[in-house]
């Protein structure tokens, strides 16, 4: 027995008020309980309300577990975007960021981004973490804990950029080879966000 939209934001506005405050996490609890639901619904042959008493009190602190997201929860999200690099959008994009670099490389173009490259990561990252806070946060009045946790993801690969290019900055070989690679990098992970924000919204457990 499916649940109806007036079910479905009757749990939606149970966990809003258990300061369930991410939409991604409370669509992912929000298809968790309703699935227990059911299935209580159909085994006792009880109405809806009789069956989501029943299957919260019975699995509460399972259900909130979920509710608490730690930095160890980000490692199966770094894992899924290890293996979207396999992915035919990310290899095309990888092979057209090598392209362009060997085509503009002996450019003035090359030249003057090489000069202040981590600048533009750290604009392009700012850029990125102030547009998601004002449409979500500020015209959506929503908030999302992949949108925010990309944020350090980014952030991490900034940092890494600065640490790692700096060193090698007057060795052109190894200076070449990292700027690819952090292109590489933040490109398909951009890529990959954009793949995770659009499986979202696209999910048929989206509270409207």
């Avoid at 944020?151 to 080879?177: A, G, H, T």
């Avoid at 690679?181 to 924000?197: I, R, T």
Wanted: proline share 1%; with cysteine.
């Amino acid at each position: 027995m499916k649940l109806n939209q007036n079910q479905i934001q009757f749990i939606d506005g149970y966990l809003q008020r258990n300061d369930v405050i991410y939409v991604d996490i409370r669509t992912e609890m929000i298809d968790h309980i309703a699935t227990g639901v059911e299935e209580k619904m159909k085994v006792e042959d009880i109405d809806f309300h009789d069956a989501f008493v029943s299957y919260v009190n019975s699995n509460r602190k399972e259900i909130f577990s979920m509710n608490k997201k730690t930095w160890q929860s980000t490692l199966p999200e770094l894992k899924n975007y290890f293996r979207f690099f396999l992915k035919l959008k990310s290899l095309l994009a990888m092979a057209l960021i090598i392209i362009l670099f060997f085509t503009f490389k002996e450019t003035m173009i090359y030249t003057f981004l090489k000069e202040d490259l981590s600048f533009y990561f750290l604009l392009i990252f700012l850029s990125y973490s102030v547009l998601s806070m004002i449409y979500f946060w500020g015209i959506k009045k929503e908030r999302y804990y992949f949108i925010e946790r990309s944020n350090i993801v980014l952030s991490i690969l900034y940092w890494l950029n600065l640490f790692l290019f700096n060193p090698f900055e007057k060795q052109e070989y190894i200076s070449d080879v990292l700027t690819i690679v952090f292109m590489c990098l933040f490109v398909v992970y951009v890529l990959y966000a954009l793949n995770q924000m659009n499986k979202f919204f696209n999910s048929k457990m989206i509270i409207k």
